[in-house]
């Protein structure tokens, strides 16, 4: 799915843009949608179409505010105090107004649309095998399911349809959250789960184990543990997947393609088809460039410094014996130009910036030959003290590396071509251990969880690495969510789900803890949608907006 077809989307009234025409290579007419996506050329673009909404949520900067900031992990940086502070604050400014929830809002019913589309038409489709015409129904199915799965996470009770849009609509509807779930997202995945090939057709593609991996994830969600454990441990035993070792390199650019990642939405290195590339690289890098051995360039990344992670984060890790500290975070950086550092040259290649995870005396750092930034356990909001973790005006921080791109074309480039990993056998070993708990099965939940942190231990360490029965709880398994999934738009889900967002963010991130309230587990609808509609009385604002 590196190629897309280009859409031509018609903006209706509930942003359900319904893709009524295709670009063609005859520039005098355009095929409407009665005529070619009956077709088995027009149908195919047509499903190919309903993936393109993917690259509008995941590897953007709306889907990360909307998914990472404003939880117990992450708070604003330099970056995020300057774009979008409310979201992560609560504030009072959050509101319907928001451009990062109008954008999602919009771009994930696009993306129901243009699957109603290709679920309604394809059953009139000639000229195809009955076989080819239900996986198409179940590839739309299963992007259907995953739009509307973030419309209900996000909002709660929205406008649900499973019809085409194919004129200006003013009337929305507010669907409860558990009919969306039963007469849409569940029967979705469940006949994708059913119709999917094995193997996918093209990488990027919906195959069964990925409809599996999704559903695994919804019954968790709505509570099915049973189910949720049945799905997961189904995808760890019966496919070829496997936990990628040492974890820093499931992270190494040339190895996207590897035994882990269970379904990744694509992107690439030609400009013409990447859209708008992933810049997931952008948002979790301090501003290196104030050390004076040090330009921006490819390999370190263009540093928009939007979230800095919490105190609370940093306590995680038992950096003696989890590997995943260093194969998540970037703690040194090497000088590119030569300069002057606390009077000692310095010269490409040498160290310019060591971030450690203890106190320095300060003298230490002003006579050392490079930047150290060390961690006092001050609140990273609100540190003036000399290179501390959290100084620089929330500038200076240990870097995620996960989405870092040194592949792109120039220093500049914002379009990344990493995929970025929506489901992973990580996450269905979490999802099995913590569905397991939930069932008074903490046996088998720590034999599940022990199997990932065997694969995140320093070598040596595995024995030290194990977890008894005893040890698992709610807690724990947050923790262990963070420590492996940090960054993979997974933690503000994490957290409302398990009923302990407000709690954990009144605990551990101080920007947000005097405004979040009970309103905030939903997010305001947006402003343009609620003056659109042409039935207020039906169709209002979340409660507190």
């Not at 359900?16 to 025409?21: N, Q, Y």
């Not at 809002?105 to 290709?118: E, F, K, S």
């Amino acid at each position: 799915m590196k190629n897309t077809c280009i859409i031509i989307g018609l903006a209706f009234t509930l942003g359900l843009g319904a893709c009524e025409e295709i670009l063609v290579e005859d520039p005098v007419s355009l095929a409407t949608a009665e005529g070619y996506y009956v077709t088995p050329g027009g149908i195919e673009d047509g499903l190919k179409a309903s993936y393109t909404t993917l690259r509008s949520f995941y590897g953007q900067q709306n889907g990360f505010f909307l998914t990472v900031t404003g939880t117990d992990i992450f708070t604003n940086g330099f970056g995020g105090i300057a774009n979008n502070p409310h979201i992560n604050n609560y504030s009072p400014n959050f509101l319907g107004t928001s451009g990062t929830v109008t954008a999602i809002w919009n771009a994930l019913y696009v993306g129901v649309n243009q699957c109603n589309t290709v679920v309604n038409r394809v059953q009139d489709v000639t000229g195809i095998s009955s076989q080819r015409r239900a996986e198409i129904e179940a590839e739309a199915r299963f992007l259907r399911g995953l739009y509307y799965f973030h419309l209900v996470q996000q909002w709660g009770d929205v406008h649900f349809s499973l019809d085409e849009t194919q004129g200006v609509e003013t009337e929305a509807n507010r669907t409860p959250v558990n009919t969306i779930y039963q007469t849409g997202i569940l029967p979705d995945l469940e006949f994708a789960v059913a119709n999917l090939p094995v193997v996918a057709s093209e990488p990027g593609r919906a195959y069964k184990a990925a409809a599996e991996g999704l559903l695994a994830r919804v019954q968790l969600t709505i509570g099915n543990w049973a189910e949720a454990e049945r799905l997961a441990a189904n995808v760890i035993n019966n496919y070829n997947f496997e936990l990628v070792k040492p974890y820093a390199d499931l992270w190494d650019i040339n190895n996207e393609d590897n035994s882990e990642f269970v379904w990744t939405v694509q992107f690439t290195d030609d400009p013409l088809l990447n859209g708008p590339g992933n810049s997931g690289h952008l948002y979790f890098i301090f501003d290196y460039t104030f050390n004076p051995a040090m330009v921006r360039d490819t390999e370190n990344g263009r540093p928009f410094q939007r979230f800095l992670p919490t105190n609370y984060l940093f306590s995680l890790y038992d950096r003696e014996k989890d590997a995943r500290w260093n194969g998540s975070f970037k703690t040194v950086w090497y000088a590119n130009i030569s300069a002057e550092i606390n009077g000692h040259p310095v010269n490409p290649g040498d160290t310019a910036i060591h971030i450690v995870m203890e106190p320095v005396p300060d003298e230490v750092k002003q006579a050392a030959p490079y930047w150290i930034i060390d961690y006092k356990g001050n609140w990273i909001g609100d540190v003036d003290g000399y290179q501390e973790i959290g100084t620089n005006r929330r500038r200076n921080y240990p870097s995620l590396l996960k989405f870092l791109d040194p592949l792109r074309p120039s220093i500049n480039e914002t379009a990344g071509r990493r995929d970025f990993p929506v489901i992973r056998l990580a996450e269905m070993y979490l999802i099995a251990g913590e569905a397991a708990w939930r069932q008074n099965k903490n046996d088998v939940a720590a034999n599940y969880i022990n199997v990932l942190r065997t694969r995140a231990a320093i070598d040596g360490m595995e024995a030290d690495m194990q977890v008894a029965p005893g040890d698992i709880d709610l807690d724990f398994i947050l923790e262990e969510r963070a420590r492996e999934l940090i960054g993979e738009k997974h933690r503000w889900y994490d957290l409302k789900r398990t009923g302990t967002l407000l709690e954990r963010v009144r605990q551990h991130n101080l920007d947000a803890a005097p405004n979040i309230k009970e309103m905030h587990l939903v997010r305001p609808i947006p402003q343009t949608q609620i003056d659109r509609a042409s039935n207020p009385a039906e169709f209002q604002q979340n409660p507190g907006y």
